[in-house]
């Protein structure tokens, strides 16, 4: 009985994401100084229609940064609706050869849908392989990104590429791999960091000093 007991809660905690509502909807009550998992639910009879909205997905994100790229995500941040629905969506616009650089979503799996243009996309696998899966998606080509797996999107077209992406999370997080590592606050030890990389510590100064500009500016 104990072993069958164990093999439930294991397989609960394997199939656990966002916690599951257990009513309708519970509406994200920013306003309350209670820390839960979340948000605490509003007061359902002060929900309405505008809780479950959000407008401008339809306007282009400003691409013109280093990068090439912007994400407009929609999350319960800004929908207060989506919590414990454990969805979110995103749109991303990429410039001609811009690129949503190395990252990972810690709580979410990703659905990508190329909406106009050409994206070369992938994701590495864990260790020991750290393989490369990729591939080169045009409009209405759809691909997927597994929970916590460091993945890219490239423009590597000359024209503008816009696509959507839905989220297995009301609140995926995102960890891109670049700031997390060279522009931690406070910095990561150069020396700790140099021989992560094999690199000379000149080289990883000269990394965490752009990274500080480019976050204090």
């Not at 072993?3 to 009513?23: E, G």
């Not at 409009?139 to 696509?163: S, T």
């Amino acid at each position: 009985m104990l072993i069958v007991v164990l093999l439930a809660m294991a397989s609960s905690v394997v199939l656990a994401s966002d916690p599951s509502p257990l009513q309708d909807f519970c509406v994200a009550d920013k306003a309350s100084p209670v820390l839960v998992n979340g948000f605490v639910c509003k007061n359902p009879m002060d929900v309405n229609a505008e809780d479950f909205f959000f407008s401008g997905l339809n306007k282009p994100g400003n691409t013109d940064n280093r990068l090439g790229s912007n994400v407009t995500a929609v999350n319960v941040n800004k929908i207060a609706g989506l919590n414990t629905l454990g969805i979110s969506l995103a749109r991303i616009d990429f410039a001609p050869y811009g690129l949503n650089p190395p990252h990972t979503h810690p709580r979410a799996t990703e659905v990508l849908t190329v909406i106009e243009g050409t994206l070369l996309v992938g994701f590495v696998t864990s260790n020991p392989k750290n393989r490369l899966i990729f591939k080169v998606l045009n409009a209405g080509d759809v691909f997927v990104f597994p929970e916590g797996l460091i993945h890219f999107q490239f423009n590597r077209g000359h024209k503008n590429a816009v696509a959507i992406a839905g989220l297995s999370s009301q609140n995926p997080g995102v960890i891109t791999v670049a700031n997390a590592v060279f522009g931690s606050n406070p910095k990561i030890d150069d020396g700790i960091v140099a021989k992560a990389f094999q690199v000379d510590k000149k080289v990883i100064d000269y990394l965490q000093s752009q990274f500080w500009m480019d976050n204090n500016n």
